[in-house]
């Protein structure tokens, strides 16, 4: 199985609080899980990635949690700002095989 | 946008009309792709590209082709396009492929309406 379920589908946060967004994978094979950000009219960027050998990854604001057993990864993005407001995209790989990508994530940080 | 030019960034064709979106990069990175983004299915990859001349299919290729006869463009042809292609279309490029620290790089979107 491919699949990258993702949820929630869309998150209002107040400013200064934390989102969280989760996905849940099946392929164990999956060895790569970025996440991606895109604005309004851009196209996706990498926000960061993690590998399944540690189980939490921060830079900056932005921390990914992993649960290999569970096979659930999740975005935390900490103080949040209304500058984060954007989709976010969680996808998973295999080496030599391509990107899965959730069904992504509208984020909103009122003022 | 990394160096990724798409062309053209809004279309507006008829059902049965062949269309061609060009993607273009000037960063001499192997690897390019074609996705499409719609609401509630996220990045779907179209076709992708390991060299030139070398493609190969994605998840969603029917309806689709490719071509690369250089490193920097990359093509995606509708031959009679419909309106469940009515979509946004993404270019992305990547230096390696199977690498953990491997990236892609996307493109600004070319938003399609088959009308």
């Known amino acids: 199985q491919q699949q990258v379920k993702q949820s929630p589908q869309s998150l209002i946060v107040q400013k200064g609080g934390i989102s969280i967004i989760n996905c849940a994978y099946e392929?164990?094979?999956?060895?790569?899980f970025p996440w991606y950000q895109q604005f309004p009219g851009k196209g996706p960027a990498l926000l960061i990635a993690?590998?399944?050998?540690?189980s939490e990854k921060k830079e900056g604001r932005f921390t990914i949690s992993f649960n290999k057993s569970a096979k659930q990864f999740s975005l935390h993005i900490m103080d949040s700002q209304p500058g984060d407001s954007a989709t976010y995209f969680c996808?998973?790989?295999?080496?030599?095989?391509?990107?899965?990508f959730g069904e992504g994530t509208q984020l909103t940080v009122n003022p | 946008d990394a160096g990724i030019t798409q062309s053209p960034r809004h279309k507006v064709t008829e059902t049965g009309t062949p269309v061609t979106l060009r993607c273009h990069q000037t960063?001499?990175?192997?690897?390019m792709y074609w996705y499409r983004q719609d609401p509630g299915h996220g990045l779907r990859l179209i076709h992708y590209?390991?060299?030139?001349?070398?493609?190969d299919k994605g998840e969603v290729s029917d309806g689709y082709s490719v071509s690369r006869s250089k490193t920097e463009d990359f093509l995606l042809t509708l031959e009679s396009a419909t309106s469940s292609q009515t979509s946004v279309y993404f270019c992305?490029?990547?230096?390696?492929?199977?690498?953990?620290?491997?990236?892609?790089?996307f493109g600004p979107g070319t938003r399609l309406t088959v009308l």
């Open positions: 992305a490029i990547s230096e390696s492929w199977g690498l953990i620290s491997d990236t892609q790089y």
């Open positions: 392929n164990t094979a999956f060895d790569y």
């Open positions: 993690i590998r399944p050998d540690v």
């Open positions: 996808a998973a790989g295999t080496s030599g095989s391509r990107l899965t």
């Open positions: 960063e001499n990175h192997r690897y």
């Open positions: 590209s390991y060299g030139v001349k070398d493609t």
